[in-house]
């Protein structure tokens, strides 16, 4: 189904849906319109964020800050209405005054739970969908929404799991996850949708040269695979990572690069940097990667932060960790990218370090090599 074209007609009149000023029926596919647009969700019904911030919007989306109050678990759950009164109160909590440190578990086992510094809240009709910031991802730190905004005033709780560094947290000031909103039950790309768009909007490029779609087209979904040209590994037992700096630390203190080949073995309980063979280009498109894929079998995450914003081009910096030992071969696949159309008729720049960037690239408060 098309995409409405919503860029300088855009309806604000409740109750009438978000859409072009000759159509009165919601958009059937696609995300809410560009962001950084005049007129765009700060001042529509649908969505109100408060405090506003334009450095914290993307192009589909928002980065969301912590809160200054924490909770310590060893269990990860989506709370409800009904049960996160009494999952809480099983927690340890605490008043942030300055900052606060989530210690690193490899295995996993130390959840922090945070509510959003911002307040968000939709109407009926937008979803919006929560995962890690790319820089969280890379430090070996998940981020999960571990409840909706109606629970707490408009304000996410967020899940915070530090595989392989001790994440530092400054109330109102650290960005660990993206929101991005779309319209509520909408359809992604269909395979026809993606054969149409294939070498303008949506591309995939080994060696500047354009991938043949039936050899990537999985039904609706585009496959990645694995390079195992050049690898990171997180080293053990360092210090704090604060993801508010830019080009502050040194590789060498928390990662150990490995020149691979054909296969490289992943030991259990550590995380590692790879990148794909392919480099991805999107236009006005919006991409987000599956964690696993089971043609390498289960328990291999290949991903702990996977949207992929509109305007992207680069190759994919993959975070990996696995539970068993495993062997990683070049080529393998490392999971598929279900795409989705974003609703504007301006062309999209995406504005970021990651663009461009040859993987796998360290977090961007590592300085440059």
Not at 17 to 45: F, K, V, W
Not at 74 to 84: F, H
Not at 100 to 111: E, L
Not at 179 to 206: C, H, N, Q
Request: aromatic residues 10%; glycine residues 6%.
């Amino acid at each position: 189904m098309p995409v409405i074209d919503v860029a300088t007609e855009l309806v604000i009149n409740p109750p009438i849906h978000i859409c072009h000023s000759s159509y009165s029926q919601p958009a059937h596919n696609g995300l809410m319109p560009d962001l950084r647009e005049e007129d765009s969700l700060e001042y529509t019904p649908y969505v109100r964020i408060n405090p506003w911030d334009d450095e914290l919007i993307q192009n589909v989306g928002i980065d969301v800050r912590l809160g200054n109050e924490v909770w310590v678990s060893d269990t990860l759950a989506r709370l409800n209405e009904n049960n996160a009164t009494s999952f809480l109160k099983t927690a340890q909590y605490k008043k942030i005054e300055n900052s606060f440190v989530c210690q690193s578990d490899h295995k996993g086992q130390r959840i922090y739970y945070f509510l959003t510094h911002e307040r968000i809240t939709t109407s009926p009709l937008i979803e919006y969908k929560i995962d890690s910031r790319s820089t969280t991802g890379r430090v070996g730190c998940m981020s999960h929404q571990a409840s909706n905004g109606d629970m707490f005033d408009g304000r996410i709780l967020i899940a915070l799991q530090p595989f392989a560094f001790p994440i530092e947290v400054i109330p109102g000031k650290t960005s660990v996850s993206q929101i991005i909103f779309r319209f509520l039950g909408t359809s992604y790309m269909t395979k026809d949708e993606i054969k149409k768009a294939w070498g303008e909007e949506i591309a995939l490029y080994e060696k500047e040269d354009l991938v043949s779609l039936e050899s990537r087209l999985r039904t609706d979904k585009l496959e990645m695979t694995f390079s195992t040209e050049r690898v990171y590994r997180a080293k053990n037992k360092v210090r704090p990572i604060d993801l508010t700096v830019a080009d502050q630390y040194d590789q060498e203190d928390f990662f150990e690069e490995i020149k691979g080949n054909n296969n490289f073995t992943l030991e259990p309980y550590n995380f590692y940097l790879f990148g794909t063979r392919e480099t991805i280009s999107l236009g006005k498109i919006c991409g987000e990667l599956s964690r696993e894929n089971s043609n390498v079998g289960t328990g291999l995450w290949s991903h702990f932060a996977g949207f992929f914003m509109p305007g992207f081009s680069g190759q994919i910096t993959l975070e990996c960790w696995t539970p068993v030992k495993r062997i990683i071969s070049h080529g393998d696949p490392a999971g598929l990218v279900t795409l989705d159309q974003v609703m504007t008729s301006q062309d999209i720049k995406f504005i970021g370090p990651y663009q461009n960037q040859k993987a796998p690239r360290l977090p961007k408060m590592f300085k440059s090599v």
